[in-house]
């Protein structure tokens, strides 16, 4: 019950990773724009795996059909329902995974929510799969923020013990924000991305996993885009991005660095500059009261180790009514921050592009 | 245009700090629910200024009026409307605010969303004010939840440099987190509170400020709390969180920290304790898929320095045009986080409440 | 668990009869926005009672104390609370309706939903002075919507057995119908009002009450307002106008006579007038599709008649576990259909300027 | 941008009629409940086209596949999608109702409202085709009313000039209620279908059509459902039943016929049945203060003649900016009111479950 999210640009999600299909359905798209199919197309595939060696060797073509919402290559603004059938579906034998709950995974909790009834087969409706329509979602609303001037992009700011160094927060270019998604682990200094693909494939020697931090950037937004009290653009961002499987932590600007921090060191000082008003650093990360200040908005998420491990871990069986140790066969991402930074990307776009309608 | 949150305990603020007053509607209160006034008012005084040298010096009542939805002592289920009218406001020159933008404030974003016709005295309704509300409704659930079983409490992480050791990840009584409430710098090592007290005794000699982390545990949350896919308690909880002025960050259990982590040790195990399902650690934060899984719920709120300090500060003149040197005056908090402490216990208290109704 | 209701001019509402006080909230009013306090005076005055033998001889001041929102005379485009004090509460034995229900009234429903702890003196949360906080938000709808060119009118098209002629469905002029509110008993044909007195005065005198059929346009609605599927401007008015206590019945244009007609004759042929499309005939009352054509809007809302009545009627005591027979005494309105006049515009306007901001 | 409706049973809605297909994601059913596919398509059946004279001989299987949400044979409690593919399209040229507007038709108003961009062919997302979705929720939804102990049934009380006898207002059995899904034509006189079938071919061979009333009972809805002030049942049933094309009008009880009755007359008074309070009329319809009181819940639609007739009509050419005339081929409805009976008793299953849950 919290299938919908959006004010002005409604998205509804469904689907299970085992079932027919999953999907969306998106309400409120402007009547005319654009709907680039290839440029979805090329979002889904940054996040889709089975693609190289720092993923999981599953292979899901993330084919979408727009069933409806589009006319004659635009949007009719009408609902727009896209749909991902499912395949590659292993028939490998899960039913070891209706009673023996994996740790760090929602088995048990969305088994005690969904009294039992829910498909838990590869985590069912709380698979990372349910993260592709959202990937479809950021790819319209990006094309959409692109003529507005809005430019969003993101990099791996740390996965394990290696670090990227940080968006200048007074602001990037818009060649460097859409530069980063050709390359499959996105840096702003590129020696750190043989060091982050080293950590990767550590985790996956030793049957373990790695999380690791993203930072986003977009430039373009206009001042006064938030709505206080309760919808400030910090409270609908995280709220759309605490939705995301693994995330655990969402800051803005300074974010945790600023508790340490005096005012007279956190304010963001502001001047002319022409005509318009900027402040001289960005602590903030472009909001101020919850809205935006005409600054880049930044922010970084806190992504955990994926929690799908092929090591025995500690578990209940909650069939047998006892503890029981657990070994998950099977394929799986050894890191899955990669692949979550078109995720974030995406709902990023979505949420500026709803709140700026 | 956001004035509204909650699902099922539905709140709506309103008010200016230097209008006739501020308040709440709450909606869906359970009918019969006791109504404690003299909580209520307990609650309010551990947010109200005036108090102590920690904080500022202006003295502000808190004092409500129920106008609606309260008979003979109890929730009638219809909506309850609280009113807290103004005091204290100094008759002072704001003037000068109308068109010079306070760096770190909302001032101009809100100039900018709102035309320009908005109240800008004492911020308005971007004021920290506003949170007064929000307490007066933690208290209504705080009342409800322990009926319930579920007790949250909260404590200073950290005051500029200073930290205070954490909750145990596992739980703790709710005696101690109920006997936070009775201090003003409430932290689980008594030996941190005096260091904390002289780090902003510190700022306000040097007419700066400081900011900090705050740590909120729930315990007795039951299991299944929480709505996939865009609903999950950490996007709510972040929700209202993020709509309290200064939050610029939200991590649930090990939040942040998860990143460096392998899969292995963030998982959290799992056994039974008799009939109970526990985890033998809880990096999740008590939420797995956005549910909750019956371990504590625990997250940390990272609040930015007060704002407003009376250093000289850079910033533009929207009148004159031009870049101005701003020093405010008047009575100011040198550190919120102290009254911060029951305004995120309360956000917690309500968002809890209203995901479990 | 219903009192906020709106999209983009979002309307919380509160308060008991006989409690301190009732009020709104009202957020979305574009910033900038004349707050007319004279004209909502005068549109209040409409609805209150006392200021004739047609209504009850009830004096209610329905003075209004804006709280918030309004800066400077205008709309600060954040919350706007109005505060409406009850006075003139007769200290009067309501004990007698704690457990006997008032037949047609919403006593039983109402104890039974919230488990009798509800305010049940002078209805509470039910009674028709909640239809004052309605008529304040009209008001500052209405001034909104004369700018934009939108004039809102309504008329009584019956009262008991006596009924008027009714508006040219292709539109009235903006003089006539805003004159309608000089009256008392708004009609069209000046000689139906001694009769509809006539009517209402006889049940006065058997103790009685009559209903009636009010009947509203709104002109200058552009073409396109309403948002398909399950928002129609239809779907819209209807829940807005549904909540007023005492109506029973919605139809738009033709309505249910539509029903009764072949599609030849119930289609609206249209035609170029200049650049601009109209219909010859207006069956649909301006709307197809559930979206404005740019016809007036057209519709009619049955009134029943008031159910408090002096006479003796047969209803249960609950505390009793019996039948009893109940005598309502007190001051009772014969008709409120006059008095909902205003209200029932008011909400037409609220949702037709929701709806189109 | 009104693609979902509900409260706690929310369905978003999709589709045009000659794109790829049309459907539905609905939220918040209980985990658990039984989908009984076979009794969905029978409802189905009972909407779709083809079958009898009486109704377009247009053949559309309506045969739907479920997505997601439904997991062994019962709902998994995450969303439920069920898609219905778009058949029969016939590849005719609708290129002349790209510009030329079909009277009472929503081309007009949705091609002002979608610049222009929306799909026109066969009306696109305004189709009829759009209720079939609904009929599918409302299966699933009577299936779980059922066990609630709470049957909706509906009648058609007028097509055209002839009319049939009314519900009795102080109940109907279940047997009643549910048997008169078995005809093409329910009425409760016998009598009348001849009559009715008359009337719809006299329409047919005159290239005409007729519309019509329907009349809806649920028993068995328990007293305390419905949410004021702004969520009355008869708002939300209300809001719901506009939604759907071709309906003008809806009154509950004795709906507008009350605005003529005395208050004595109208007043439904109260007594006790054993333990249990009853009216002794139900002039209310089931409904006092917006709140069931425990009486079968009644109301009424108007439904109009179907717009699509095949005489010429008067109309406007956009694009030739110029008066025309219309004459629209292909196969239509002469009468939709037969179609729409399983519309409006899904729609007021879903509405009152939606409330109950």
């Known amino acids: 019950m919290g299938a919908t999210f959006g004010r002005n640009l409604r998205m509804t999600i469904f689907g299970e990773s085992h079932g027919k299909g999953i999907g969306l359905v998106l309400d409120g798209l402007p009547p005319g724009s654009a709907i680039n199919e290839e440029f979805i197309r090329e979002e889904m595939a940054r996040r889709a795996p089975g693609q190289n060696l720092l993923s999981t060797q599953r292979k899901e073509a993330d084919a979408f059909i727009i069933e409806s919402g ?21 028939s490998k034998d899960y039913s070891i995974l209706k009673n023996q709950m994996r740790p760090g995974h929602a088995d048990y909790a969305g088994k005690i929510k969904y009294k039992g009834f829910n498909d838990y087969r590869g985590g069912g409706h709380f698979s990372g799969r ?29 996965i394990g013990r290696v670090t990227d160094t940080l968006f200048n927060p007074l602001g990037e270019t818009a060649e460097r924000l859409q530069g980063l998604r050709r390359y499959i682990l996105p840096v702003l200094d590129a020696s750190r991305a043989p060091l982050m693909e080293a950590e990767v494939m550590a985790a996956r020697e030793e049957k373990d996993s790695v999380g690791g931090v993203i930072e986003v950037m977009a430039i373009g937004v206009p001042p006064g885009i938030g709505e ?45 500059d022409g005509e318009q008003v900027i402040t001289t650093k960005n602590n903030n990360g472009g909001i101020t009261g919850g809205i935006t200040n005409g600054m880049p908005v930044l922010f970084r998420v806190a992504i955990k180790p994926t929690p799908s491990i092929s090591r025995p871990q500690q578990t209940v069986d909650l069939a047998a009514g006892e503890d029981a140790v657990l070994e998950i066969t099977g394929r799986h991402d050894p890191c899955i921050v990669p692949r979550a930074v078109p995720v974030i990307e995406a709902v990023a776009a979505w949420t500026l592009l709803d709140m700026m309608l």
């Open 130 to 158: 349910l993260t592709a329509p959202l990937v479809f979602v950021g790819a319209v609303a990006k094309s959409i923020l692109k003529e507005k001037g809005v430019v969003v992009g993101a990099h791996i700011a740390r």
């Open 70 to 90: 589009v006319f004659e290559g635009k949007a009719a603004g009408t609902p727009l329902c896209a749909l991902i059938p499912n395949s590659d579906q292993h």
């Open 228 to 272: 206080p009290f309760f919808d400030s653009l910090e409270s609908r961002l995280s709220h759309a991005l605490f939705s995301v499987p693994a995330v655990k932590g969402v800051e803005f600007g300074a974010g945790f660095g600023i508790s340490a921090l005096k005012g007279s060191e956190a304010n963001d000082p502001m001047r002319f």
